[in-house]
């Protein structure tokens, strides 16, 4: 995988409006064609969802309080199971000015054999001055032939916080299916409000060879975890990136992890792990630290249903 600086895809939009893929929906899309949009204002000290809209598989479920800070905690629930090949789903969310946002999934993200077709999914992600938005979904598994292209981009504002995670497993492993999809293109991009790019891109396209994923063929989990802030103190990056390294130290050789410094400022862990557990268990001190040192808040328990 690369993290490089690359040219602007063009800002992120906020607001409703009419989409390529709704001119295009005839009744063969329902179903297939989904979207679900977010628009997140502060009112007081709690974030609340102003506007929303969803279309299937998309379903919207009311966002709850998660503790006495206001933040607002959103679960992407997809009642059909997966995707499969043909759909196309999108999300777009937009944070307000100070809001707090912790978006995640209630299971895995399923992505099922295509013959042809990939499944496609894009996520578009604004957050406003002095926002922070929390984007820790479940992790995505590629079953064996599964075809996905996948877009994260994410712009945010001066001031505006940002922690990401995205985790691909090797596909269904107690079936035998590790690295047996057919096709996978992931991208994540963050634009902060100077103009610094972070990029991460990889497309894997099965070959001949048993180690045509490199190095990664080893793992079962592949995982990157961002932390973005334009107005965090150098003493408190310091602090944090210290602490994080430790919590990679004492991992054992379930999980193997790098800790970076990406082009826009924050700091970069990207992770390979053995099991599900191994990655769980990494993630969550992380995610931790993160918490502690930025907000001076523990680890939330997600209700997951």
Known sequence: MIVT???SFGAGRSGRRVTNDEQRATPSDVGRVGELVLDYDRHGRETLLARSHCRSPWHLLPPIQLDDTGASY???VNPSGGLVGGDRLSVK???GPGTHVLVSTPSANRVYRSLSEPSVQTVELTVGSGAVLEWVPEV???FAGSRLHQRIHVTLAEGATLLLWDVLASGRIARGERWAFTDLANE???ETADGKVSLERVHLVPGDEPDWVGLAGDWNYVGSFYVVGDQIGAEV???LEDRMGLVLEEKGPAVLGGLSEPPVPGLLVKLVAKSAPALTDTLEPLWSEVRSCLWNRPLPALRRS
């Open 5 to 7: 600086r690359h040219p």
């Open 74 to 76: 959103t679960l992407l």
């Open 93 to 95: 969310a937009r944070l």
């Open 140 to 142: 995505t598994i590629p």
């Open 188 to 190: 994540i991009r963050i």
């Open 237 to 239: 990056w310091k602090k």
